[in-house]
C-alpha cells in the first residue's frame, strides 16, 4: 500500500506540474507580439535600475564608513563605543541603552554628490550638522544625552546620492 501511494502522489504531482505548464503557455499564446514587446521594454527598465541604485548607494555606504574607520574602531575600543553603522536618507537609529547625562563624541560622515544633515537627539537635547558629502572627511561634535535613550538621523535632498556613516562613543 505504501508504493502505491508514493507512486500515485508522484505520478499526480507531475500531472499537475504538466497541466499548469500548459495554461502557463496557452495564456501567453494570446497575448499580441506588440503588447509583449512593451511588457519586456517596461519591466526591463525598472529591475535593472534598481539594483544598480542600491549598489551604488551601498558603495557609497562603504566610502563614508571607511572615512570614519569603523571596523578598526569596533576591535580597538569595545568599551567606548555606544553605536555604529550607516544610515538610510531619510532615516535614523535608535539607542535605549544610554544613561541620562552620558558624555559622547559623534563623528559623521558622508561620501556621494549633495550634503546631510545629521541630527542628534536625546531627551531636550539636540544637536545638528550639515556635512558636505563631496568634501571626504569627518565632522565630530560633543553631545550630552539629557534622556533614557538617543537618536542619530540623516536627511538629504539628494537621497539617490550620498551615503553616510556615523561612531557615537562615550568621552572618558
Known sequence: M???????????AAV??????TAACSDSAGVSRASQTEKSASSSVSPVAQPAAQADR???DKEARDLLNIPDRWESDEEGL???????????NWDETIKPGTALRVEVACA??????????SGNAKTAKRVHCTQ???HAFDFTTS?????IQAESPEEEAVGTAYVV????
Not at 505504501?2 to 499526480?12: E, S
Not at 562613543?169 to 572618558?172: A, E, G, N, P, Q
Open 2 to 12: 505504501h508504493r502505491f501511494t508514493r507512486h500515485a502522489g508522484t505520478a499526480l
Open 147 to 151: 534622556g533614557p535613550s538617543l537618536v
Open 82 to 92: 555606544v553605536s555604529s553603522g550607516s544610515l538610510a536618507v531619510p532615516g535614523e
Open 112 to 121: 556621494g554628490e549633495g550634503t546631510v544633515t545629521f541630527t542628534v537627539v
Open 136 to 138: 571626504p572627511m569627518t
Open 16 to 21: 499537475a506540474l504538466i497541466a499548469g505548464m
Open 169 to 172: 562613543s562615550r568621552t572618558i
Open 58 to 60: 551601498e558603495q557609497l
